[in-house]
């Protein structure tokens, strides 16, 4: 069995029997070969471990999902990314078999909990007509991964809004916070304000400290933030900007326990924020955010700016800040700039004024990404749009300016995609052979984006932002304008 990410964990604490085969064995004949006899991951590597994995962990229904219908795409497992494929397994095990199995899984430092034959059945059942492979994004919006506590005791957040020409840290002193509320799981998170903009908050708690000693703490943000011990100021996050600005700061600690306060502010655009310390009687670096800080140092690279030339585009395929690991982005003459996600089929990022530094790529090896070279990036797009269909990235044509047009399939329709300048932005025009009569939904936006504007003509956007596209027998065309105000 070809399973790549997450399902299980080894040596059961419940043992499950199917005619006759319990789950351990059921594993063992089914799972061990890519993520080992113990759940401790194999394949040299490409199969992620099992064993005490949150994907493993909380509800059910995220596994059963997977050995259902697969999973493709990036996740990661254990603090390492993975991208592989795990085919769908449904039509080979039955529902007692699947039960057995990650009830199994589940017990080796996964909670231990039981996973019942019904409850499989009932997701089999749900999702019957369902042919694409699962998406970790997708699985991670319906059943979030459990957070292991923290080390943060009595963390309480406030939460501040902001006037909208606020650029720094305000004063709390002067300002009445607007909600509060405890963190139970002991880390610093953004949870339930990711997509707001023009907001502060502030996290107060406790750390212990167990040894005497100088200690480091290291901060990273997307805007501005600061981190202080015993309310003095340790290391701070200056300036608008995206997160990888990683600061650290020192402080010297007595054991015992320690006031903590983490100031952050967001202006416009993407969220962040992470933290982390290290010192005397901490093994390596420990969190102190959900999000983990990307501490290694990268080194100086002289800007290689791409620019387009006359009246030809210029491309850029590689790895993009903000975007998935098959985006293709595309700067225009005028200085019109958007990255275009090939794994989502969708419009992801939509700029102007300068295009983008390759320097990064072109000096390093690995994942490291480029930047746009732009101040105002507007992140359009987070998934596919068209929700709820199975689509198919198929390539692309280029006219003789370098324009690009993609091309992909939605559930049988065949799509072309063109981008191209427009006044004050750009004309997106979605060309869509059909067989018949139909409709089809089309979300170009996955949230509302201050400082834009999105129209088509001759139709209008329906409450939840999406436009119900009409499609007739043969070639059907609509044409939106996205505006940058």
């Known amino acids: 069995m070809n399973l790549i990410p997450l399902l299980f964990s080894a040596l059961a604490l419940f043992t499950l029997t199917v005619n006759g085969q319990s789950g351990p064995v059921l594993y063992q004949t089914y799972c061990s070969a890519c993520h080992g006899a113990q759940g401790q991951g194999g394949a040299e590597g490409a199969a992620p471990p099992l064993a005490k994995s949150l994907w493993a962990q909380g509800d059910p229904d995220r596994m059963i999902k997977v050995v259902l219908h697969g999973l493709m795409g990036e996740i990661e497992v254990l603090g390492k990314e993975y991208n592989l494929v795990m085919p769908p397994q449904g039509a080979v095990l039955s529902d007692g078999q699947i039960a057995a199995i990650l009830t199994h899984v589940r017990s080796l430092g996964n909670g231990g909990e039981k996973v019942s034959t019904d409850r499989v059945a009932a997701v089999r059942a749900k999702y019957e007509e369902r042919e694409a492979?699962?998406?970790?994004?997708?699985?991670?919006?319906?059943?979030?991964?459990?957070?292991?506590?923290?080390?943060?005791?009595?963390?309480?957040?406030?939460?501040?809004?902001?006037?909208?020409?606020?650029?720094?840290?305000?004063?709390?002193?002067?300002?009445?916070?607007?909600?509060?509320?405890?963190?139970?799981?002991?880390?610093?998170?953004?949870?339930?304000?990711?997509?707001?903009?023009?907001?502060?908050?502030?996290?107060?708690g406790e750390l212990n400290v167990r040894r005497e000693g100088q200690f480091s703490f290291t901060l990273d943000s997307d805007d501005l933030s600061a981190l202080?011990?015993?309310?003095?100021?340790?290391?701070?996050?200056?300036?608008?900007?995206?997160?990888?600005?990683?600061?650290?700061?020192?402080?010297?600690?007595?054991?015992?326990?320690?006031?903590?306060?983490?100031?952050?502010?967001?202006?416009?655009?993407?969220?962040?924020i992470a933290a982390s310390w290290s010192g005397?009687?901490?093994?390596?670096?420990?969190?102190?955010?959900?999000?983990?800080?990307?501490?290694?140092?990268?080194?100086?690279?002289?800007?290689?700016?791409?620019?387009?030339?006359?009246?030809?585009?210029?491309?850029?395929?590689?790895?993009?800040?903000?975007?998935?690991?098959?985006?293709?982005?595309?700067?225009?003459?005028?200085?019109?700039?958007?990255?275009?996600?090939?794994?989502?089929?969708?419009?992801?990022?939509?700029?102007?004024?300068?295009?983008?530094?390759?320097?990064?790529?072109?000096?390093?090896?690995?994942?490291?990404?480029?930047?746009?070279?732009?101040?105002?990036?507007?992140?359009?797009?987070?998934?596919?749009?068209?929700?709820?269909?199975?689509?198919?990235?198929?390539?692309?044509?280029?006219?003789?300016?370098?324009?690009?047009?993609?091309?992909?399939?939605?559930?049988?329709?065949?799509?072309?995609?063109?981008?191209?300048?427009?006044?004050?932005?750009?004309?997106?025009?979605?060309?869509?052979?059909?067989?018949?009569?139909?409709?089809?939904?089309f979300a170009p936006l996955s949230r509302p984006v201050p400082g834009f504007s999105l129209e088509c003509r001759g139709l209008v956007a329906r409450q939840d932002g999406t436009f119900l596209l009409p499609l007739l027998k043969g070639d059907n065309s609509f044409t939106f304008h996205y505006g940058i105000l």
């Open 133 to 204: 492979y699962w998406k970790g994004d997708e699985l991670l919006k319906d059943h979030p991964l459990p957070s292991p506590p923290g080390p943060l005791k009595n963390l309480v957040r406030k939460f501040y809004a902001l006037r909208k020409d606020q650029r720094s840290i305000p004063d709390y002193a002067k300002l009445e916070a607007n909600a509060s509320a405890r963190q139970p799981n002991g880390l610093i998170n953004l949870e339930g304000y990711s997509e707001k903009d023009h907001f502060s908050l502030v996290w107060e």
């Open 280 to 441: 005397p009687g901490i093994r390596g670096t420990q969190s102190l955010s959900s999000t983990k800080v990307v501490s290694k140092q990268k080194p100086k690279i002289n800007l290689i700016e791409l620019k387009p030339e006359g009246n030809r585009a210029v491309h850029y395929r590689n790895f993009i800040a903000g975007t998935g690991n098959r985006s293709f982005s595309v700067g225009y003459p005028g200085g019109v700039n958007l990255v275009f996600n090939q794994e989502n089929c969708g419009l992801e990022l939509l700029w102007s004024g300068r295009f983008i530094d390759a320097g990064p790529r072109w000096k390093n090896r690995g994942t490291v990404r480029s930047f746009p070279l732009s101040g105002q990036v507007y992140h359009l797009q987070k998934g596919s749009p068209y929700p709820g269909r199975t689509f198919s990235f198929q390539g692309m044509e280029l006219d003789d300016h370098e324009y690009p047009t993609f091309c992909y399939s939605v559930d049988g329709l065949i799509v072309r995609d063109r981008p191209q300048p427009a006044d004050k932005g750009m004309e997106r025009i979605l060309t869509i052979e059909s067989a018949g009569v139909g409709e089809l939904v």
């Open 228 to 272: 202080y011990i015993d309310d003095k100021k340790v290391v701070e996050v200056p300036g608008l900007g995206g997160m990888g600005r990683a600061k650290t700061g020192k402080a010297t600690l007595h054991p015992g326990v320690v006031k903590i306060r983490v100031e952050y502010m967001e202006f416009t655009g993407f969220t962040g």
